[in-house]
T-cell receptor, first 114, second 109 residues
């Protein structure tokens, strides 16, 4: 059974800092990996999707990497802003059969202080 | 609308009652997923629909939970004889990659 772990559980940084969020998973036979953002009381917003054959994806100040063999992904946020404050979730898409349900980590709660 | 729509956004009900949650996926998306997000449990997969195929119900926690998807579009998640441990946010997603709705916050008194 796939297990996804995110470290740290919470992070507080001053505005302008670069930061890295970590995600690890136990089964390397994955279909894809997604990073989501969740604001309080809201659903999930997809930030970056990395297919299993890819190594990284970039969108604006965000960069996500994937090392399938070691079961790790990182989300790099450059020049953090208070508006980046949210919970960041890592989710791994299964590769078996037709099911592509996501297995989620517990998230990292990020606070960017002005 | 352009996104996944869920209703109601909030639902408060008494223990033992049945509840029905609705999900309108993005038009054209054949894949539809239900997840549950509860305190201390994180996000858990419940059920997956793909076109006309039999749904993958492997995540449903008990036989009190069921889901339907009519006409390959709208889906309803039904919880019978609700218990307090059913209190959670129920999220629906459609497509691949998955696009999520804002969820239904269910509170069982």
């Amino acid at each position: 059974k796939q297990e996804v772990t995110q470290i740290p559980a919470a992070l507080s940084v001053p505005e302008g800092e670069n930061l890295v969020l970590n995600c690890s998973f136990t089964d390397s036979a994955i279909y894809n990996l997604q990073w989501f953002r969740q604001d309080p009381g809201k659903g999930l917003t997809s930030l970056l999707l990395i297919q299993s054959s890819q190594r990284e994806q970039t969108s604006g100040r965000l960069n996500a990497s994937l090392d399938k063999s070691s079961g790790r992904s990182t989300l790099y946020i450059a020049a953090s802003q208070p508006g980046d404050s949210a919970t960041y979730l890592c989710a791994v898409g299964g590769s078996s059969g037709s099911a592509r349900q996501l297995t989620f980590g517990s998230g990292t709660q990020l606070t960017v202080l002005p | 609308g352009a996104g996944v729509s869920q209703s109601p956004s909030n639902k408060v009900t008494e223990k033992g009652k049945d509840v029905e949650l609705r999900c309108d996926p993005i038009s054209g998306h054949t894949a539809l997923y239900w997840y549950r997000q509860s305190l201390g449990q994180g996000l858990e997969f419940l059920i997956y629909f793909q076109g006309n195929s039999a749904p993958d119900k492997s995540g449903l926690p008990s036989d009190r939970f069921s889901a339907e998807r009519t006409g390959g579009s709208v889906s309803t998640l039904t919880i019978q004889r609700t218990q307090q441990e059913d209190s959670a946010v129920y999220l629906c997603a459609s497509g691949q990659p998955q696009h999520f709705g804002d969820g239904t916050r269910l509170s069982i008194l």
